[in-house]
């Protein structure tokens, strides 16, 4: 149940704290949020106000809030202490990630339909390890840290991803940037996903079937409008 404001400091204080006493890795304040809901750690007196108000009115200087210059959706709560720290490991993390675009055919289906999964008003996560899978409506708390939740600004719902090479060119840009923001935001790397089983070395092409090499080859404007016979495309899809 909601607790006092001076034990809701308190608890946020002792719990950034014990993070990086163990850990200096960045404590995102997404990820913070979603331990004080699942405990019920909100204080009696919240109002309108969201994690970050409420750690920037009552917390400071005690915890600071820190941003990611060119992703503002990257929030992290730190310690004056670790500040230096944690801004120069935001800063090397994206440097990383500015080199290596995502591309929709290099993730599982299952990721890819998490974020297009047509529901509303219920929260949709994914399972962070193989098999990857991805879940609607409440985790229990027990399981929670094996999924990551794909908040709703980061989700296309309805959108057709049966197969990636039928998007519209827009519609494609457009997941691939949102799946590259909410991996930045949870800080996770999206090649965790991939079909390929990297330590097999599995050539990308090997997994593919002909009609897959088919569509690949044309421009995803051509691809969207090919009209293949069911007989044919069934027989394409056996051959590898």
């Not at 149940?1 to 304040?29: G, N, S």
């Not at 600071?64 to 944690?86: F, H």
């Not at 599982?108 to 047509?118: E, H």
Request: with cysteine; aromatic share 6%.
């Amino acid at each position: 149940m909601p607790i006092p404001l001076d034990q809701f400091q308190q608890k946020i204080k002792d719990r950034v704290r014990a993070h990086y006493a163990a850990d200096r890795t960045p404590l995102l304040l997404a990820h913070l949020g979603l331990e004080i809901e699942r405990n019920d750690e909100w204080p009696t007196d919240r109002g309108q106000r969201n994690l970050k108000q409420l750690i920037t009115e009552t917390c400071t200087p005690d915890l600071q809030i820190v941003r990611a210059p060119r992703s503002p959706a990257y929030i992290a709560v730190v310690t004056p202490e670790v500040r230096a720290d944690v801004e120069a490991q935001i800063a090397n993390r994206f440097a990383e990630e500015n080199a290596g675009p995502v591309r929709l055919e290099e993730i599982v289906k299952p990721v890819l339909l998490a974020f297009c999964v047509n529901v509303q008003n219920q929260p949709v996560y994914i399972k962070r390890t193989k098999p990857f899978r991805y879940e609607v409506g409440s985790i229990p708390p027990d399981r929670a840290t094996d999924y990551i939740l794909v908040e709703p600004e980061y989700r296309r719902p309805g959108l057709r991803i049966d197969n990636p090479h039928l998007l519209s060119l827009n519609d494609r840009k457009d997941l691939e940037s949102l799946i590259q923001k909410w991996a930045a935001v949870h800080a996770i790397q999206v090649e965790q996903f991939s079909r390929i089983d990297r330590d097999k070395k599995e050539p990308l092409e090997g997994g593919r079937t002909a009609l897959d090499r088919l569509l690949g080859a044309q421009s995803p404007d051509v691809a969207q409008h090919m009209m293949i016979p069911a007989d044919i495309a069934q027989i394409l899809s056996r051959i590898r």
